[in-house]
């Protein structure tokens, strides 16, 4: 049974960083095909960022070019660091990965989000202005 445990999330002024992380346990996820999701208190989630064929990332556009995902094969986990931070930042942040099942497959571009079904317990990040 994959468990996913972030950890990281804080209260940052604006413009400041936050580096959050995921450790994933009970499957290795050499490939990626993990990604972080945010909620905002009274908002739908949306997506963030994920990484698939370990190398490849894609990002939400109001997170392009300030925040970056990056996967540790070693320590199986995936990180985001969070730079430029605006308080519309401010969300419960969730790590997801995909199915054991799906193996190293988990789509492409923006398709890799529907492959992300595993969820951690969300970690709050609060940005304030």
């Known amino acids: 049974q994959v468990r996913l445990v972030e950890s990281g999330g804080g209260s940052v002024q604006a413009g400041g960083s936050l580096n959050l992380s995921c450790a994933a346990f009970g499957y290795n996820y050499d490939s990626g095909c993990m990604g972080w999701f945010r909620q905002a208190p009274g908002k739908e989630r949306e997506e963030v960022a994920a990484?698939?064929?370990?190398?490849?990332?894609i990002y939400s556009d109001s997170v392009k070019g300030r925040f970056t995902i990056t996967l540790d094969n070693a320590q199986n986990t995936v990180y985001l660091q969070m730079n430029r931070l605006k308080p519309e930042a401010t969300a419960t942040y969730y790590c997801a990965a995909a199915s054991p099942a799906s193996g190293s497959y988990c789509g492409v571009g923006a398709d890799v989000f529907k492959y992300l079904e595993i969820w951690g317990r969300g970690t709050l990040v609060t940005v304030s202005s």
């Open positions: 990484v698939y064929f370990a190398t490849s990332t």
